[in-house]
């Protein structure tokens, strides 16, 4: 159980157009959604809080106009890189919260802008 | 400034010994726990958790950590090692006023050599 899917698993674009990560949980509803990004040999950064039916929580430095996420249900949540650029090539991971504290995590998106 | 250390980059040790990852937090309250894997090119794995109760946490693979409040630690051990044990693994703090976010470590890399 708490199983979170994310796709694609990579993908490759061109500098200036926009990308779409969908996370999903699958086999239970996610009261909170999270969206992280993770450079090589770092930790976890998280990017913003998604809540179903609300507006995201961004976190201080991260653009919200530059990544979008939209939290359509309690099972979906996606993130939309927009006019993309070689700087945001990163690995971006979701998760979904069921219990108190408990994240579960997506198998992550390699993300690489050409 | 609420912060999770995790004092070593790497950790070396021979297939069959134990193994001990260390984890030290900075947070106020009473925090909720957690340890995640992570191998290349994944999202992260829940470990397991501590909350409350009994400090020694029994969770996935083997693996157990022990909380400590009074050195506010919650280091990971295992009694065996196995090759297969080798990945990154993150430590993480839900301070007690968080909105369900979580607070990583920097990680660790474990390698396990046969």
């Known amino acids: 159980g708490a199983v979170v899917s994310q796709h694609p698993s990579w993908v490759i674009c061109k500098s200036g157009t926009s990308v779409k990560i969908e996370c999903r949980s699958l086999?239970?509803?996610?009261?909170?959604m999270f969206w992280y990004r993770q450079f090589p040999k770092q930790s976890l950064m998280l990017m913003a809080t998604?809540?179903?039916?609300?507006?995201?929580?961004?976190e201080q430095g991260v653009e919200k106009d530059k990544f979008l996420i939209n939290h359509a249900s309690l099972t979906l949540s996606t993130l939309t890189v927009t006019s993309a650029h070689p700087e945001d090539s990163s690995f971006y991971i979701c998760?979904?919260?069921?219990?108190?504290?408990?994240?579960?995590f997506g198998p992550g998106t390699r993300l690489t802008v050409t | 400034a609420q912060s999770v250390a995790q004092p070593e980059d790497q950790v070396n040790v021979a297939e069959g010994n134990p193994l001990t990852v260390k984890c030290t937090y900075s947070?106020?309250?009473?925090?909720?726990l957690f340890w995640y894997v992570q191998y290349p090119n994944r999202g992260l794995q829940f470990l397991l958790k501590?909350?409350?109760?009994?400090?020694l946490v029994k969770g996935s693979y083997g693996f157990e950590a022990e909380f400590n409040k009074s050195q506010t630690s919650f280091h990971l051990k295992k009694p065996s090692a196995l090759v297969s044990d080798s990945a990154l693994y993150f430590c993480?703090?839900?301070?007690?006023?968080?909105?369900?976010?979580?607070?990583f470590g920097s990680g660790t890399r474990l390698l396990v050599r046969p």
């Open positions: 993480a703090v839900r301070p007690q006023d968080s909105s369900y976010k979580l607070i």
């Open positions: 501590y909350i409350t109760g009994d400090n």
């Open positions: 086999d239970f509803q996610a009261t909170t």
């Open positions: 998604s809540n179903e039916g609300s507006k995201a929580t961004y």
């Open positions: 947070v106020s309250g009473n925090p909720y």
């Open positions: 998760s979904a919260s069921l219990r108190i504290g408990e994240q579960y």
